[in-house]
Nanobody, 128 residues
């Protein structure tokens, strides 16, 4: 069992930056695929970024590519989402997620149904 807790949300102006943290307890991150999702009011939860254990690479939604970066510190059991050049459309509740990695997986997990563990979410609001 993995428990995830997000930190770092808040209010920021357009063009500003925020760094979200996701701390895991119960197990280490090792061997887990990790992801960030977001959900704006009235919208579906959407994929933002993922770290795929199998390849060691990070993957991003087109809407955040070049502005957001995902990285993890396994020693601290913490995953981060660095968000730069924020836009009003980035306003949402951000969730981190985890799932045990499988070598048989052909692609990184990018849908919410592929993840087993979720944090409670942290609000990010970008004001114009």
């Amino acid at each position: 069992q993995v428990q995830l807790v997000e930190f770092g949300g808040g209010l920021v102006q357009v063009g500003g930056s925020l760094r979200l943290s996701c701390v895991a307890s119960g197990r280490t991150f090792s061997g887990y695929d990790m992801g960030w999702f977001r959900q704006a009011p009235g919208k579906e939860r959407e994929f933002v970024a993922a770290f795929w254990w199998k390849t060691g690479n990070a993957y991003y939604a087109d809407s955040v590519k070049g502005r957001f970066a995902i990285f993890r510190d396994n020693a601290k059991n913490t995953m981060y989402l660095q968000m730069n050049n924020l836009k009003p459309e980035d306003t949402a509740v951000y969730y981190c997620a985890a799932v045990p990695s499988k070598m048989s997986r052909g692609s990184y997990p990018s849908t919410k149904d592929e993840y087993s563990y979720w944090g409670q979410g942290t609000q990010v609001t970008v004001s114009s």
